[in-house]
């Protein structure tokens, strides 16, 4: 007897991951620096106690769509809840990728974008970025064109770089895309605009949003999408029965009464993030300006690997971007609390 071997595709897919070392400041995942308001964690407690753990959850949801809705100003059949965003993205594979369909990304962008796509049968294309790492309308009118992918993926603000996509480019590749088109909002909130506004009945827009940044929830893993109704009944059918857990569910609901304590983590992020694009910039270093809560950055005087190896050395981590499409040479860090950023400043002025 032998293990059968899996699907011959999966032999070139690695997983996705980033590095984890035991060190006292960790800037490579983008997570939040600060953890949720003490008082929602009071309140999810005993929303915990008064779960019956011995039945099935609410299926649909209901009660956390209606409350996202409410806080979006949409109606509940126009959210699909997941786990993470990543699920959310999966679901749309399933629904509109697979065999016989592609998916078009423009590197550099979020890995996890073409790598869900393979995963689910789906071909992928991929186009490309202008120097600024800004997108060019006539090339991926060009690309979509050539192609007619099923779905197009936007990540805005973009990961790794940082850059929010311009509101115009967004809305025109929506109205030229021959299918769905999918606009990543992971880091939305930092950002100066969102394609939220631009979600209507009719329109082929997905807009995909997570607690895990600004809701402090990583650990959690929530995510959401708002989109037209029934391309949210294309979803939940992919979706496995029961998906979403009563505690996740609670405490997404939760999350959102706490609106305005977001916000002031959100103001404090983005005055560190300048704080710091400004001191790396100072240091000769060159700096993308960002709408997200990281920096990418490049250092001109050594390598992006011995700077990554002398920050472990110095206690900070952050992410090696260096081997990603068209970012030979970069690093990117998470913002921080104050003091972690001040102690990755520290770092870094030592090795540049």
């Not at 690695?14 to 939040?32: C, F, I, K």
């Not at 299926?59 to 993470?84: I, K, S, W």
Request: one cysteine or more; proline letters at 7%; charged letters at 20%.
């Amino acid at each position: 007897m032998t293990i059968p071997e899996p699907r011959p595709d999966l032999a070139l897919r690695e997983g996705y991951h980033s590095a984890q070392v035991d060190v006292p400041v960790r800037l490579n995942t983008n997570e939040s620096p600060l953890p949720p308001p003490p008082e929602w964690t009071e309140r999810l407690a005993e929303e915990v106690r008064a779960v019956r753990f011995n039945r099935y959850p609410d299926r649909d949801a209901l009660g956390l769509r209606e409350a996202l809705a409410g806080f979006h100003g949409v109606d509940a059949g126009q959210v699909f809840c997941a786990n993470g965003s990543n699920e959310v993205l999966q679901s749309i594979c399933l629904a509109y990728g697979g065999a016989g369909r592609s998916a078009a990304v423009f590197e550099p962008t979020y890995a996890l974008h073409a790598h869900i796509a393979h995963l689910t049968g789906t071909a992928v294309v991929e186009g490309g970025r202008r120097d600024d790492f800004t997108l060019d309308p006539h090339q991926v009118a060009d690309l979509l064109g050539a192609h007619r992918p099923a779905i197009t993926f936007l990540c805005s603000p973009n990961n790794p770089t940082g850059l929010a996509e311009d509101r115009a480019t967004v809305a025109a590749i929506v109205e030229g895309a021959p299918g769905l088109v999918v606009v990543d909002e992971a880091y939305g909130q930092f950002s100066d605009w969102s394609a939220l506004d631009l979600v209507e009945e009719g329109r082929p827009l997905v807009v995909v949003r997570t607690f895990s940044k600004t809701w402090s929830m990583a650990a959690a893993r929530l995510g959401y999408a708002v989109a037209p109704a029934p391309l949210v009944e294309a979803l939940r059918r992919v979706a496995l029965p029961y998906h979403l857990d009563s505690v996740k569910q609670a405490a997404g609901r939760l999350a959102l009464e706490y609106a305005g304590e977001m916000e002031q983590r959100v103001a404090q992020v983005v005055r560190e993030r300048e704080r710091i694009s400004a001191a790396m910039a100072a240091m000769a270093i060159t700096v993308w300006p960002s709408q997200a809560n990281f920096v990418l950055f490049r250092p001109e005087r050594r390598k992006a690997a011995e700077v990554w190896e002398g920050l472990v050395e110095r206690g900070v981590l952050v992410r090696d971007t260096s081997g990603w499409p068209g970012l030979a040479g970069c690093l990117r860090v998470t913002v921080g609390t104050p003091g972690e950023n001040d102690a990755f400043l520290a770092a870094l002025g030592e090795l540049v």
